[in-house]
T-cell receptor, first 113, second 114 residues
Framework: EDQVTQSPEALRLQEGESSSLNCSYT??????LFWYRQDPGKGPEFLFT???AGEEKEKERLKATLTKKESFLHITAPKPEDSATYLC??????????????FGTGTRLQVTL | ETGVTQSPTHLIKTRGQQVTLRCSSQ?????VSWYQQALGQGPQFIFQ???????GRGNFPPRFSGLQFPNYSSELNVNALELDDSALYLC?????????????FGNGTRLTVT
């Protein structure tokens, strides 16, 4: 069974204090790994897709990396507006024609002044 | 570009009742997926519709059913509501089912079953 585990569950940073969020996954074959950001009361907002080990993607203060067992979301010099829950999801190869994602439970990030 | 819109935003129902949730997909997208997100959890896949046909289903009972219309909008129907059905129901649209077309989510319908 496909599994996604995210750590830590919650993280509190001061503005400017860089850190990383972890996503460990178990999947029979990886078609893609996704990062989403979710604000309270909103739907998830797409950030990145990673396809293969060694791949990296960047967007503003965020950088996502992928290995064969884990993905990291690095946040450099975060600002209060980066506060949100960050969700990791995998799309395995064996979902037939459907683009079914298996999500982790997320990391709640709070960035304070 | 119009994003994914869902209605209603909030709904309160009684156990045993039936509910219909609606979703308009993002302009140009032909695939709609539905997810259930319980409080403090990640979204769980319910099913996906592509060109008006269900083309994948998660571990949900048959009382969860859906439709996709020719304009690619979609409905999620839940019969015989149970207390555990209380959750945020998310609709996501994409262009096709390939991994190169990521899911774009709406803001969900918050369903409370009492």
């Amino acid at each position: 069974e496909d599994q996604v585990t995210q750590s830590p569950e919650a993280l509190r940073l001061q503005e400017g204090e860089s850190s990383s969020l972890n996503c460990s996954y178990t999947v029979s074959g990886l078609r893609g790994l996704f990062w989403y950001r979710q604000d309270p009361g909103k739907g998830p907002e797409f950030l990145f897709t990673l396809y293969s080990a060694g791949e990296e993607k960047e967007k503003e203060r965020l950088k996502a990396t992928l290995t064969k067992k884990e993905s990291f979301l690095h946040i450099t010099a975060p600002k209060p507006e980066d506060s949100a829950t960050y969700l990791c999801a995998v799309q395995p190869v064996n979902t037939g024609t459907a683009s079914k994602l298996t999500f982790g439970t997320g990391t709640r990030l709070q960035v304070t002044l | 570009e119009t994003g994914v819109t869902q209605s209603p935003t909030h709904l309160i129902k009684t156990r045993g009742q039936q509910v219909t949730l609606r979703c308009s997909s993002q302009s140009g997208h032909n695939t709609v997926s539905w997810y259930q997100q319980a409080l403090g959890q990640g979204p769980q896949f319910i099913f996906q519709y592509y060109r008006e046909e269900e083309n994948g289903r998660g571990n949900f009972p048959p009382r969860f059913s859906g439709l996709q219309f020719p304009n690619y909008s979609s409905e999620l129907n839940v019969n015989a509501l149970e207390l555990d059905d209380s959750a945020l129901y998310l609709c996501a649209s994409s262009l096709g089912t390939g991994v190169g077309s990521p899911l774009h989510f709406g803001n969900g319908t918050r369903l409370t079953v009492t």
